[in-house]
């Protein structure tokens, strides 16, 4: 590239930019106004930038790959972004109707997603083509016919170095601006290439992010630079050897003598790690003038990791640049592909779907692509089974597919659905249940309400918040309890189908009182969280309220149902005598609604303890102690005392009180708690 400049300014309103090989001007030679310089340009073809742009715009691929280069934090956060979405199968669907959607993989337009060019995997493209879009702020992708490919046509990408967007005066794309290693550079039409930027305050080449972060890595790299001198210059000096100021005068032959044999214990000598022997009443003094660990920037990086981690709106615990506990970092996890990256998805996405399909499938078409999020968010094996035979209502693997899993040899006869008889069409989910916890209600459950976070002045005691939840969750069942004994009332011609009558609610019920445990175990948890941080961590760094929200939802849902499947195993129990049916429910329910304030206490514990444990966890706490409570089980006094790491489980098998990973032997009604210390 060359470059003309007036000798006090630049020319016109922008600079000048020429391809390689074009006519330049005289050295020292000045343009009047636009007019001329214009037409000097049109004459030579050569290309002004845009009227306004700074000339580092043009010039900014230098410096950007150099921080991609240089630069640790930038190089993690981006690469982890940019691994994350790479790794997302791009799906094909056709809009069969409004409600209707069909999945699509036999089209060209599928293929090529699948397999974008020869040797190249959709994996590896768009890894680069992201890496192209966070560093410079914006990206580019030629489409090509290419016989060679399943597709007939191939994705090309065109790295931001070689390529700048061309705008008009609305800072609307018009043309690109490709610079190329064999020839001149050329002004091509927008047809035919996938491209996006992001904003500039002038033209459409966007704003790479390396110039907001340019002052933090220079910090670091001033840190590093500073830290590597003082290894060099003085980090290895730890002590010197003092010899008596009336020792004898040393001779050369006795001062090289000692020289020589000292040097024997330092370094890679033979004698190094040894103990030197001192003449004349020499000592070694340590020098204290300096330590080692004054080099130790750990923070200093973590730091630069978290300001870069921010800039690209990833959660700094996921690249390690703060510390987390399990369930703050699984949170973080569901978050990243909604919150963090969910805009980037959604970006690529219309992209895709504006520029690829109608060039591949033609102008009009019904097809469209669809990010694949889903892949990137799976449970665990049982988590999806448990969810699947959920969501089909009876079992759904073949006992041939289940062998399959654990390496077995196939059976004969094994390649039938296998459905138990306690298991009806539109009955009970699976045969693992005994209430109709899936069958809808009419009308749709409430929505969960998601509880505030609080600050410690505005929450009350343990005992407080405890009975709070007890007083609702008692008024709550003894309201349910008084509606189901209206409804079975209502039949008086013999005991009525309890299983359609509480199936016909349950939903509802159990939606209604997972909300109803949440909010009030959202206080709860920071009640056992300030606990906590009070002492060990006042100014709560490191910790957040929110991170606990969804293990707490999944507590309370956990808590609902269970609840829930025993009032209805006890009251189907109650149903079935024909001579005393109605005293028989009418005694289950008060039994039901005094469970209720057990399983408060339960809940409140259970609350307590898991929000104390995870702010233990952000303080840097690392033993957990049980403290028994009043009137406890055996098997809890005999933990009295017992100090365990934190992330250990105690020798009933629990990781706090109320643990709902126990036995209910082990939870129900417990009031224990946990105390705190740090290792010294």
């Known amino acids: 590239m060359a470059f003309w400049r007036r000798r ?3 020319i016109g309103r922008g600079d000048v930019i020429t391809p390689e090989g074009l006519p330049v001007a005289k050295a020292g030679e000045v343009f009047d106004d636009l007019a001329a ?94 890496v192209d879009w966070l560093i410079y702020d914006r990206w580019c992708v030629q489409v090509l016919p290419n016989a060679d490919t399943a597709s007939g046509w191939e994705l090309r990408r065109k790295p931001a170095r070689r390529f700048h967007i061309l705008a008009d005066d609305d800072d609307q794309p018009e043309a690109l601006y490709l610079v190329s290693s064999s020839g001149p550079a050329r002004t091509v039409p927008l047809a035919g290439y996938l491209f996006d930027h992001g904003y500039a305050t002038s033209g459409a080449d966007g704003t790479s992010p390396m110039d907001t972060l340019r002052q933090i890595l220079a910090e670091q ?33 006795a001062k090289a003598r000692f020289t020589e044999s000292f040097n024997r214990f330092v370094g890679k000598g033979g004698a ?149 008889l306690n298991v009806l069409i539109g009955g009970l989910a699976s045969p693992r249940d005994t209430a109709p916890k899936a069958l809808p209600g009419p009308g749709r459950p409430p929505r969960p309400v998601r509880a505030k976070a609080a600050r410690p002045e505005e929450l009350g005691t343990f005992e407080a918040e405890r009975d709070a939840l007890t007083e609702s969750l008692s008024g709550w069942a003894a309201r349910q309890a008084e509606q189901l004994l209206d409804q079975a009332g209502a039949k008086a011609d013999g005991p009525p189908d309890f299983y359609s009558l509480w199936a016909a609610s349950s939903p509802e019920r159990q939606a209604q009182l997972a909300a109803l445990i949440q909010a009030h175990g959202l206080r709860l948890a920071q009640v056992g969280a300030w606990a906590v941080l009070d002492d060990y961590n006042p100014d709560a760094d490191g910790w957040d309220p929110a991170v606990m929200e969804a293990w707490l939802a999944a507590a309370a849902a956990s808590h609902a149902e269970q609840y829930e499947q025993a009032g209805y195993t006890a009251a189907l129990a109650a149903v079935g005598d024909p001579d005393g049916w109605q005293a028989g429910l009418r005694k289950t329910m008060a039994s039901w609604v005094t469970a209720a304030t057990l399983r408060a206490v339960t809940a409140a514990t259970e609350a307590r303890s898991f929000g104390g444990h995870d702010a233990a966890g952000a303080s840097g706490l690392t033993y957990k102690v049980w403290n028994t409570g009043s009137s406890p089980r055996s098997t809890h006094a005999r933990l009295d005392g017992d100090r365990v790491p934190l992330d250990d489980v105690f020798g009933n098998g629990l990781r706090w009180p109320g643990d709902a990973a126990g036995s209910v032997a082990e939870t129900a009604g417990c009031n224990c708690r946990l105390t705190y210390e740090r290792e010294e």
């Open 272 to 420: 190094a790690g040894g103990t030197p022997i001192l003449e004349d009443g020499m000592r070694l003094v340590p020098v204290t003038a300096f330590s080692p660990r004054d080099t130790l920037d750990i923070e200093g990086r973590r730091l630069t990791d978290a300001e870069v981690a921010s800039s690209y709106h990833i959660p700094p615990e996921l690249v390690g640049a703060r510390d987390g506990t399990y369930s703050s970092i699984d949170a973080f996890r569901q978050m990243l592909y909604t919150h963090s990256v969910g805009p980037d998805i959604t970006m690529l996405q219309d992209v895709l779907n504006a520029m690829l399909v109608p060039i591949v499938a033609g102008a009009g078409s019904n097809l469209y692509v669809e990010a694949y999020v889903e892949a990137k968010l799976r449970g665990s094996f049982m988590e999806q089974a448990a969810v699947l035979q959920s969501a089909v209502g009876a079992p759904y693997m073949l006992r041939s597919e289940a062998r399959s899993k654990l390496n077995l040899p196939q059976v004969e006869g094994t390649d039938q659905l296998v459905t138990p």
């Open 8 to 10: 006090d300014k630049a």
């Open 37 to 130: 310089l214009g037409a000097y340009a049109t004459a030579h073809g050569i290309r002004i930038v845009d009227p306004g742009v700074p000339l580092s715009n043009y010039t900014d691929t230098a410096a950007a790959a150099d921080v991609w280069r240089t630069q640790p934090s930038v190089r993690k956060v981006v690469d982890y972004i940019a691994r994350a979405l790479a790794t997302i199968p791009w799906h094909v669907y056709e809009r069969v109707s409004d409600t209707d959607r069909r999945r699509v993989t036999d089209h060209p337009l599928a293929r090529l997603l699948a397999a974008p060019g020869p040797s190249l995997t959709a994996s590896r493209l768009w890894h680069q083509v992201i």
């Open 221 to 253: 790299s001033e840190s590093v630079a500073y830290r590597r001198q003082v290894w060099k210059n003085g980090a290895q000096v730890s002590a010197v050897i003092e010899r008596p100021a009336d020792a004898p005068e040393w001779s050369k032959t």
